[in-house]
């Protein structure tokens, strides 16, 4: 346990602070409003009396905002991943907020127990089951315990889908854009219907649900008001091209993304489609989306992974939550990790002291990572952030455990990503 979220934290968890709210909603909210024409559509919504779960997709930063705005004047404890409790000022904020922390991906009864809390006094939850910003702008699917907790739990169920965000706060750039975003309440399912669905059958409609397949498209075709830049910082998550097969060849500037071995390229319009550029002489190779792309990628490793295969290893650094209150992620140690198929091993230096720790495939489902900076995993009570020698390298790794986690683990775990590579077996 690290000292910044300690146990007996999560049973005071606090009512979110009315007054900070009511500043965000009349501070932010117009600006939300303004900056991305937010509409929230609410036709097949009825808030239910008392405690309830709401359930949001999670296709970029401002999701939080743009959920907890909506609902206002209810408001909602957040569950939110253990890193941001790390560093000021959200070290202070979000408990004041009644924000939940989760280590995510991992078994924590911390968070569970914190929900209960809420809820048993009245309160609302906000969920975003995915787990992490979506790295191509599709649904990533959940943990199949998400049913189980839903189940267990035994309030009515609320989603909140989200389109256009991922256009104006794509998760491989820093800054937004301003553009067209949307969300859709509706309720989704009652306690009753809680009780007599099977988990499987739960979980089947959170994933129909915040993948979009119910929802009306928009009217207008939601897109960023501004044309500039809007490709720079892709090759962040692109790092195949699938026109030559060559990796960390890519290269983007203003609205283009361009292969810099064989020349193909193509460029990003306002509402993030791809269009191949027809001189470069290889336009067949490029795909019209940054999620088709990212699924060509997948297969290209997918292809790879088999039990006969050698192990991939990377020299890594390694940070890991600082004991001191605020401090983030501290400098911990360097070594080398290796991926396999019975999963994950790092062996190095961690605190001055010699480590050997294995993650077994089964237990990591998914691979989180900030672009060009660090992948994680969480295990063992905590996480840890690994940083190759060659940052750009995150994305890769990220893909890479993802489909061998798909390829290798005994008992899958998690639904189904939309049309991708990643849940391919």
């Known amino acids: 346990m690290t000292a910044s979220v300690k146990s007996e934290d999560i049973l005071k968890i606090k009512r979110p602070n009315a007054v900070i709210y009511a500043i965000v909603y009349i501070i932010i909210y117009p600006l939300i409003k303004l900056l991305f024409r937010l509409k929230v559509t609410r ?49 202070r904020l979000l408990p004041v907020m009644g924000c939940i922390p989760k280590n995510l991906f991992d078994p924590d009864v911390r968070s569970i127990i914190g929900i209960k809390k809420v809820l048993e006094r009245g309160g609302r939850i906000l969920l975003f089951p995915e787990g992490r910003c979506e790295t191509d702008g599709v649904y990533a699917g959940i943990h199949k315990s998400t049913g189980k907790l839903l189940k267990k739990l035994g309030v009515p169920v609320i989603s909140g889908y989200i389109d256009g965000a991922y256009k104006c706060m794509p998760f491989w750039r820093d ?34 649900r915040l993948r979009g397949d119910d929802t009306p498209p928009p009217v207008k075709t939601l897109r960023t ?33 361009r292969c810099s071995a064989c020349g193909a390229a193509a460029v990003m319009d306002r509402s993030a489609k791809l269009t191949p550029l027809p001189d470069t002489g290889v336009p067949a190779g490029i795909p019209e989306s940054v999620h088709e792309w990212f699924r060509i990628q997948a297969d290209h490793e997918a292809g790879r992974l088999h039990e006969n295969m050698e192990p991939v290893s990377e020299r890594v650094t390694v940070r890991l939550p600082s004991d001191k209150p605020g401090g983030g992620m501290t400098q911990s140690g360097a070594g080398v990790i290796t991926l396999d198929p019975s999963g994950w091993r790092f062996t190095g230096e961690l605190n001055g002291e010699q480590t050997d720790l294995s993650f077994p495939i089964d237990t990591v489902p998914a691979i989180p990572f900030d672009p060009n900076d660090n992948f994680q995993i969480y295990a063992h009570g905590t996480f840890y952030m690994f940083t190759p020698e060659n940052a750009v390298k995150c994305a890769k790794y990220s893909v890479m455990g993802e489909c061998a986690y798909w390829r290798f683990a005994t008992r899958i775990q998690m639904t189904t990503r939309i049309d991708s590579g990643l849940s391919a077996r």
Do not use: W
């Not at 937004?176 to 669905?197: D, K, M, V």
């Not at 809007?230 to 030559?244: K, R």
């Open 43 to 91: 036709d097949n919504y009825a808030p239910p009396e008392g405690p309830f779960v709401v359930i949001a997709n999670h296709s970029s930063f401002m999701d939080f905002l743009i959920v907890m705005l909506s609902f206002y004047p209810r408001r909602l404890n957040a569950v939110a991943a253990q890193k941001f409790f790390l560093y000021r000022p959200l070290d």
């Open 175 to 208: 800054g937004f854009r301003p553009g067209r975003i949307r969300i859709e309440l509706s309720n989704l399912l009652s306690a009753e219907q809680l009780q007599s669905l099977s988990v499987d059958e739960i979980n089947d409609r959170i994933d129909s």
């Open 225 to 257: 008001f501004k044309a500039k830049r809007l490709a720079e910082g892709l090759h962040n998550i692109l790092y195949f091209c699938p026109a030559c097969k060559l990796e960390f060849t890519l290269e983007t500037k203003g609205n283009t993304i």
